[in-house]
């Protein structure tokens, strides 16, 4: 165990990571509907088995769900050969909730927020999104209703104005479901499109959290040499900079000033660039004028989830918006163990990516690791 | 005199800033012979007058050097009317040596690295670079020499190798010239092109710094409805970002170690992102294989410019990389003051970009500080 996990323990006064008791907003599920539906498409993104290994007939389910991925796929020969770094292997910890329950005790978390995982609906006509988004919302709400407490859920809603918010109103029925997942694209348009107003208004008016989470990534013609570690390391945080800082110089927060919005991967690299992003606006009068604060100002009232992976950077966070907006998450399943790093039983092992997001808090007080462990998530979804 | 400016001068013991002592090497001109050129040429980057307002006769020099000024250009009517959005006034603050003394000297600045603006010699064919490289650092160590200390300088370099290590080692013999600024674009082909690596090597020999510095911008495709700020605040930070980061996973730094590279803007999103870079590289085995170490021991190797604008980022630089490795800079003559700020004689108010700099270092202890303000500079490029 490591130092800083070994801290932790203590100032939580616990003497197992099993008994740390925390609460996991960040944790995606591709539910059974959804899975069936990935395994019958053709296009990215599927599920398929995959030969990845040219001098092997193994056959493997393979996950493919980014956007530079299908190009590879079109090119690899008789659509059932692939570079092996096409898509990701995936198991049962991708769509079976047991797995996720064994993760959780496992790992000390005693309830997740789950959500579905990118890219959600947005590959859908609106008419497919919008039957699907109710049926994958009412599996959600039976899953979390029939586990003693252990889920809750965001829903998913359709990219476009009048059928999404006829979702939101029905996601208001389903007591375990306490907000949405968002991709960046909103309706498809960005989140700065104007038609987007009324749903940040429904959203706010039912007392709903929006997830924000990236899956296109920005920047992404530069990261094709290096797998998928730069897409994901720097593509992923672009997009959500990106995204909500369109939002927020749209003007449309001036609107709609007390929605809740929840930041992924803690704000991308939104609380390290805000001062940057402040002095930038404020030279622009031509953008500055239209609004009624400046950009950190309404960066400052969002929350943030503490997947930082190193101390400087939750730091940051912590200094930009307080302890009370930052709430525990992982990323669960994506970033799972590499084989040799434990037991090969999956959900049995470490997962070094979640060891990370808990060694970040080992040097904070007891006080602000509660807030950030489960108390933020409590007052945020009222669980 | 805001509360934080107020501190930092308490914490010097100076009563005014203009007594503060500091080194700035963050700080571009243009020089006369550079002018000369921008004036003569037709396409990105030029300076020229330009009619700003449809409604009016009155023209204006503008400096137009961002990628995407062209089609701004190409579209507007007869070559001399353009959208008031092109390029930026210019004025002797970008060329005239003089008015950068009086902007030091009112903002406390003891001595000034210079280096040229962006984009440098990028747009020149080789043998033009070559040449242009030459007079121009030679016109940069004129300059210092005749500046009674007050001016130490970074010189450019062309973009092929043999021509590029030539002209390392004549900067080598210029007293004042203490290394380069380069561009994230390198030879044409980024950072991690093999070509490179004799580069760095020489460099390196020669005991010479790297100041490396973006232009082309990251993520272009989504500014275009919030004017600059979006590409400077976030193109610009991002760019940096991918550039550094696609160099480390190269692997070449393992072979020039020593390499000195300072990187500007506080490393755009690096400190912040380091911890989930070394995750994203740690969970691909193709990559993280290829290195002796993490992403993050290269990156806390660098020096870090203090041009971060809030307090929060730059104690997220330096709780990453220590405060030895941080020196103070200004991005003079970028983000001048607005006209309304102050005395309408720009050199004579206040830059509120520089102060904001300035603000970030109040709470630090004043031994940090110093090293911030002016020893670091001073080990750095041995002034």
Redesign the interface.
Known sequence: MSRALSKLLQCQEKSLLRDVNSIDLHTHVYLPRYMNMLRERQDVPFVRKLRVHADSELEEDRLVILPDEQKQIDDAALGTQVSI?AGRPIGGEYWDLNEKLAYMDHHGISTSVLSLANPWLDFLPTQEQTSMATLLNDDMEAICANSQGRFYAFGVTPQSLEEAIAELHHIATLPHVRGIILGTSGFGK?L?DPAMLGFYQTVDQLGLTIFLHPHYG??NE?YH??????F???GF??ET??AV??LI?SGMLDQVPTLKLLLA?SGG?L?????????????????STKLQHAP?HYLKGFYYDAI??????L???I??VGSDRIVFGTDNPF?PP?VEEGDPTINESDW??TI?NYE?LADLDVGVQNAILRENAKKLLKL
């Open positions: 770094s960005g700065d920005v920047g530069h040499n290096y797998g998928h570690a730069l994901l390391a720097l945080t672009f900079t990106v800082s369109q110089l991967h690299t609380p390290f660039l805000a001062g940057r992003l402040d002095s930038c606006v404020a030279h622009d009068l031509a953008i950190s930082a992976y190193h101390t400087p950077a730091q940051c966070l200094d930009f970033f590499h070094s990516s990370a970040t």
